[in-house]
Nanobody, 124 residues
Framework: QVQLVESGGGLVQAGGSLRLSCAAS????????MGWFRQAPGKERKFVAA????????YYADSVKGRFTISRDNAKNTVYLQMNSLKPEDTALYYCAASLGGSSYYTVHEYDYWGQGTQVTVSS
């Protein structure tokens, strides 16, 4: 069992930056692929970024590539999402998720555990 708690969301102007954190409970954090998804009001939850258990592989949605960076610290049971050059269209509720494996890291159904989300609002 893994519990995930996101933090770091907030209100920021376009062009600004935020860093999201996701703290995980449990001793097997390093076994999980970790992902970030986001969901805007009235829209489906979408993939943002993912990182392999070792941190050696990272994956990004085209919409955030070059602006967002995912990283993890297995000693601290934490995964991060550094978001730069934020745009109003990045506004959403951001979720952290953990997956025991599989190649479909970009799909919601691949993930076994989810956090409650942290709100990111980017003003124009």
């Amino acid at each position: 069992q893994v519990q995930l708690v996101e933090s770091g969301g907030g209100l920021v102007q376009a062009g600004g930056s935020l860093r999201l954190s996701c703290a995980a409970s449990g001793r097997t954090f390093s076994s999980y692929t970790m992902g970030w998804f986001r969901q805007a009001p009235g829209k489906e939850r979408k993939f943002v970024a993912a990182i392999s258990w070792s941190g050696g592989s990272t994956y990004y949605a085209d919409s955030v590539k070059g602006r967002f960076t995912i990283s993890r610290d297995n000693a601290k049971n934490t995964v991060y999402l550094q978001m730069n050059s934020l745009k109003p269209e990045d506004t959403a509720l951001y979720y952290c998720a953990a997956s025991l494996g599989g190649s479909s890291y970009y799909t919601v159904h691949e993930y076994d555990y989810w956090g409650q989300g942290t709100q990111v609002t980017v003003s124009s």
